[in-house]
C-alpha cells in the first residue's frame, strides 16, 4: 500500500497537540508537523510523539502553510489534520482500500465538531477533505482553504468517504478565545472578499465567525449578503447557513422576516431536522406567535433519520414542544415532553421540569 505523510500545521497548539498526535501512533504514517511562529512547547510535544518539524513564517495565509507542508512531506500520498482535531476511529486496511480504488480523488474524514448551545454540549458532524495525492492537488485560499486541483484544464474531480473520523475541539473554547478567531479569521476573510466580491462563500464564513461569539446582528448581516448573491442551496454549508441565518434573525427581533424569507425556499431546505427546528422557532418568536405551526415543525423533525447537529431530533423538538404544550395550557403534555427531553440530560427541560413540579 501507498505510504501516506499526516501533514500538521499550528502554532502555540501545547493544549491539543499531544491529544491530536497520540492516537496516530500505532499507524505507519509519516508525520509532518509545520509550525508557524509558536512561542510555547508545540514543537517539543509534536517531536516527542515523533514529528518531523518545519517552520515556516507565516504570511497571513494557511493554504501556503499548508502547500509548505505538502513540500515537506516525503509520500505522494498526505492526509491533513488540524491540531484541534482528536482521532477517534481509523481502519486502516479499509483506508488504503479506498486509496487504492481512488488514486486521483480526494477523501474525506468524518468530523465531529463539538460546542456548547443551551447549556448542553452538543455537535454536528460533516465530511471534509483531506487526503489526497499531492501530485495532482494544493490548496487555494488564504483562509477555509480548500483542495483545488493542479490541472487548470480539469478542475473537477471525485470525491469519497475515508474510514476516519475525528472529533473537532475548535469550538469549545472560551469566549475569548473564539473571539481572537474570530478577529482574525474575518481580517483575512474581509481582504478575500475586497478580491471577490461576488463569492458567497465569504460572506457565509464572515457570518459563521460573528455567529461563534454570539454577535447575532453582524452574523444577520453577512449570512443576508451571502444570500442575496447566487448560490446552490443544496451545498452543505448553504444548508448550515440556512439555520444559522434563522437563528440570527429570531436573535435579533426579525422572525417576521424570517419567516417571509424562508417560507418560500422550504422545499429546498425541507428533510433536515435543523431547519425544521428553525422553522418551528420562527413561528414561536412571531407578534403573536403561531404555536400550532411550531409544532407540527417539531414533529417533522423527531421523525428525521439523522440530524447533522445532535439534538435536533430528539431533545431539541421535544424540549420545544413542551413549550408549546405550555403556552396552550396543557401542562400534563408540557411535563410528559420535557421529560423526553430531560432523558437527554438537556439542562431547560430539567429546569422547566423543576419549576413546573414546584408550581
Known amino acids: 500500500m501507498p505510504p501516506i505523510s499526516l501533514c500538521i500545521i499550528g502554532k502555540n497548539e501545547e493544549q491539543h497537540i499531544e491529544n491530536c498526535l497520540a492516537p496516530f501512533a500505532p499507524y505507519p504514517f509519516e508525520i509532518v508537523y509545520v509550525d508557524t511562529g509558536s512561542s510555547d512547547r508545540t514543537k ?3 517531536a516527542k510523539h515523533g514529528a518531523k518539524i518545519y517552520d515556516f513564517k507565516w504570511i497571513d495565509d494557511f493554504s501556503a502553510a499548508r502547500n509548505f507542508a505538502l513540500e515537506k512531506a516525503s509520500h505522494e500520498y498526505v492526509l491533513f489534520i488540524d491540531c484541534d482535531e482528536y482521532l477517534t476511529a481509523l481502519d486502516l486496511s ?6 487504492e480504488s481512488h488514486p486521483q480523488g480526494v477523501g474525506l474524514l468524518l468530523r465531529n465538531n463539538y460546542y456548547e448551545a443551551n447549556g448542553t454540549q ?4 460533516d465530511r471534509v477533505e483531506r487526503l489526497f495525492s499531492k501530485k495532482h492537488f494544493h490548496y487555494k485560499g488564504i483562509i477555509h482553504e480548500q ?11 471525485g470525491s469519497y468517504e475515508i474510514p476516519l473520523t475525528v472529533d473537532h475541539a475548535g469550538y469549545s473554547g472560551g469566549v475569548d478565545a473564539m473571539r481572537q478567531k474570530a478577529e482574525r479569521n474575518n481580517t483575512l476573510l474581509l481582504r478575500e472578499i475586497k478580491k471577490n466580491p461576488r463569492d458567497p462563500y465569504l460572506y457565509f464564513q464572515v457570518g459563521q465567525s460573528y455567529n461563534g461569539i454570539y454577535d447575532y446582528e453582524n452574523a444577520y448581516i453577512y449570512y443576508k449578503k451571502s444570500f442575496a448573491l447566487p448560490l446552490n442551496l443544496s451545498e452543505p454549508w448553504a444548508q448550515i447557513m440556512a439555520t444559522a441565518y434563522i437563528n440570527a434573525m429570531n436573535h435579533t427581533g426579525r422572525s417576521e422576516e424570517a419567516r417571509l424569507f424562508f417560507e418560500p425556499l422550504y422545499e429546498h431546505f425541507a428533510g433536515d431536522a435543523n431547519f425544521y427546528c428553525s422553522m418551528g422557532n420562527i413561528y414561536l418568536n412571531l407578534d403573536p406567535p403561531q404555536p400550532l405551526k411550531a409544532m407540527a415543525e417539531y414533529v417533522k423533525a423527531l421523525q428525521c433519520p439523522d ?5 435536533a431530533n430528539s431533545f ?16 400534563d403534555s408540557a411535563l410528559r415532553f420535557y421529560q423526553k427531553a430531560a432523558d437527554f440530560d438537556f439542562s431547560p427541560a430539567l429546569e422547566r421540569l423543576a419549576d413546573l413540579s414546584g408550581s
Open 122 to 125: 452538543t455537535n454536528y458532524p
Open 307 to 311: 440530524a447533522r447537529e445532535k439534538g
Open 147 to 157: 483542495v483545488v486541483t493542479k490541472d487548470a484544464d480539469s478542475p473537477f474531480y
Open 94 to 99: 479499509a483506508l488504503y482500500a479506498a486509496l
Open 44 to 46: 517539543e510535544l509534536a
Open 316 to 331: 431539541i423538538p421535544y424540549y420545544n414542544i413542551g413549550l408549546v404544550n405550555e403556552m396552550l395550557g396543557s401542562r
